[in-house]
């Protein structure tokens, strides 16, 4: 069977550029689509500063594409990179996208994002016209790019490689949906023939991931069980109603990871390789973050990490009204985030009153992070929704145990040992409640110090394919039933 001519369009990629989890499957996904025989092209603005931080080559086309907006020509010089054997073809403005951040300062946004974002969508549009063959597939994500399919469909029926391919658009997270005042259509030239309560109108505003959800002929979202929460009024953001009348096209398929870059065999991040069936290299990776956090070097005590934004999505509260619980009965705590500003004051307060035992770095770093993943005994994952995640991913690839609230991809990765003994690979609680939360975190401790049972778990761990193969597959076929319609 032929393969597939696919192209990506996306406002983030590893590792050209990144601010969260979509960037991870926009760079690893079209690997593994690769491997299954089709040509892959990513699209992407270029973000001069972020591209020249992350030592990425570019080299420019003798192509440049001219787009009106907003009043005024723009002239689009085409780079093109390769990365990793990935293509990537990103797209030159510096007036809208040579900026310090992708989306806007910190705690903010750009005012003229969905000027850089509709035109990154015109100029995606032209550039995937060029790639070659006729394009079987384009795939968006986020509502960055929730107006592609829409001006495919109504300006860009013209342009004969990419006429009849048929559109996918991934929801990330839902609760992020580029909602823009309404004088923007005219200014930008948007079909204003959809600005409709069934179209991308939204409280009188443009909301451009109902673009996406009305215009793609696929929707997609990062797990099965978050296909099925952003039904529900709990879950929706308002949209609940409208992606309904879409549901005979929404499906979830869950994320996996890069296994190569992930690997607690080949990490040089981490003190010592470990793996299924060898798992010393784990204990010393435990003493040296010990070590690190000036705790004590005990292999009998219960060392609970966490790695997250340190925002009400992911239930910090939760761990916040249960750390000097956790504390008193002896427990350590690594928590590496950043967020929410009262939040790192509590996490500062704690870690500078309890110094033996509770730890915390402010922001992200990358080495630190790995040594998280692979010295914790237990990772603490207690979101109020969760889309995917990849941190529990990430934990169980390096034997890290995850105690995970049962929502959305969580639920979906994360095997409970109350449902399944032998095939566990974690602890799962219901309610977001402290209460919940501390009984499940109490279960995974009374699980840690019954060593045969904790080494189930934890070989469980380590064998579980987070890899993208599977979910690849899912997508291969999601993309061939589309043509065959």
Same mark, same amino acid.
């Given at each position: 069977m032929a393969g597939l001519n696919i192209v990506f369009i996306a406002s983030e990629a590893t590792p050209l550029a990144k601010t969260g989890g979509l960037a991870d499957v926009t760079g690893s996904l079209p690997h593994a689509l690769k491997k299954l025989k089709h040509q892959v092209t990513v699209i992407l603005?270029?973000?001069?500063?972020?591209? #020249?931080? $992350? =030592?990425?080559?570019?080299? /420019?086309? &003798?192509?440049?594409?001219?787009?009106? #907006? &907003?009043?005024?020509?723009?002239h689009c010089p085409l780079h093109s990179a390769k990365v990793n054997g990935? &293509?990537?073809i990103l797209i030159e403005q510096d007036e809208l996208y040579a900026r310090d951040e992708l989306y806007g300062p910190p705690g903010g946004a750009y005012e003229d994002n969905l000027l850089r974002f509709f035109f990154f969508n015109r100029v995606a549009l032209e550039a995937a016209d060029g790639v070659g063959r006729k394009v079987d597939i384009i795939h968006c994500h986020d509502w960055q790019t929730g107006m592609v399919s829409l001006l495919l469909k109504t300006q860009y029926q013209h342009h004969p490689n990419i006429a009849r391919a048929k559109t996918v658009y991934t929801i990330h997270n839902l609760a992020y949906q580029g909602i823009f005042p309404a004088d923007w259509i005219h200014r930008l030239g948007i079909p204003s023939h959809h600005f409709h309560p069934a179209g991308f109108e939204f409280h009188g505003q443009i909301n451009c991931?109902? $673009?996406?959800?009305e215009s793609a002929d696929s929707i997609t979202t990062?797990?099965?069980? !978050?296909?099925?929460?952003? @039904?529900? /009024?709990?879950? *929706?953001?308002?949209?609940?109603?409208?992606?309904? $009348?879409? /549901?005979?096209?929404?499906? =979830?398929?869950?994320?996996?990871?890069?296994i190569d870059e992930w690997n607690p065999a080949t990490d040089s991040f981490i003190e010592a390789g470990y793996g299924p069936g060898k798992v010393t290299g784990k204990k010393k990776c435990k003493e040296v973050l010990q070590k690190h956090c000036g705790f004590e070097i005990s292999a009998n005590t219960p060392l609970l990490t966490l790695i997250s934004r340190l925002a009400e999505q992911k239930g910090i509260d939760l761990l916040l009204a249960n750390a000097k619980k956790w504390i008193g009965r002896g427990y350590q705590l690594a928590i590496l =985030? %950043? *967020? &929410? %500003?009262?939040?790192?004051?509590?996490?500062?307060?704690l870690a500078a009153r309890y110094p033996k035992q509770m730890y915390f770095f402010r922001g992200f770093n990358e080495a630190l992070a790995r040594q998280i993943y692979a010295g914790g005994d237990i990772f603490l994952m207690p979101s109020r929704f969760e889309p995917c995640g990849l941190g529990q991913l990430m934990a169980m690839r390096y034997g890290t145990i995850p105690v995970v609230r049962a929502t959305g991809g969580l639920r979906d990765t994360v095997t409970d040992y109350n449902a399944s003994k032998s095939k566990a690979t974690g602890i799962h609680f219901s309610e977001a409640t402290p209460k919940a939360f501390d009984v499940a975190v109490e279960q995974a401790v009374a699980l840690f110090h019954t060593p045969r049972t904790w080494s189930r778990i934890r070989s469980n761990a380590l064998k579980r394919d987070s890899s993208w193969d599977t979910s690849a597959q899912t !997508?291969?076929? @999601? !993309?061939? /039933?589309l043509i065959k319609k």
């Open positions: 603005p270029f973000y001069r500063h972020h591209l #020249a931080k $992350a =030592g990425i080559k570019t080299r /420019a086309t &003798d192509r440049i594409i001219e787009i009106w #907006a &907003d009043g005024v020509r723009r990935l &293509d990537f991931m109902k $673009a996406g959800i990062v797990s099965p069980t !978050y296909a099925e929460e952003i @039904l529900t /009024a709990e879950y *929706g953001c308002e949209l609940e109603g409208f992606l309904q $009348a879409h /549901a005979f096209k929404l499906s =979830g398929i869950v994320n996996g990871l890069n =985030g %950043s *967020g &929410d %500003s009262q939040n790192e004051r509590i996490l500062q307060d !997508y291969e076929q @999601l !993309y061939r /039933a």
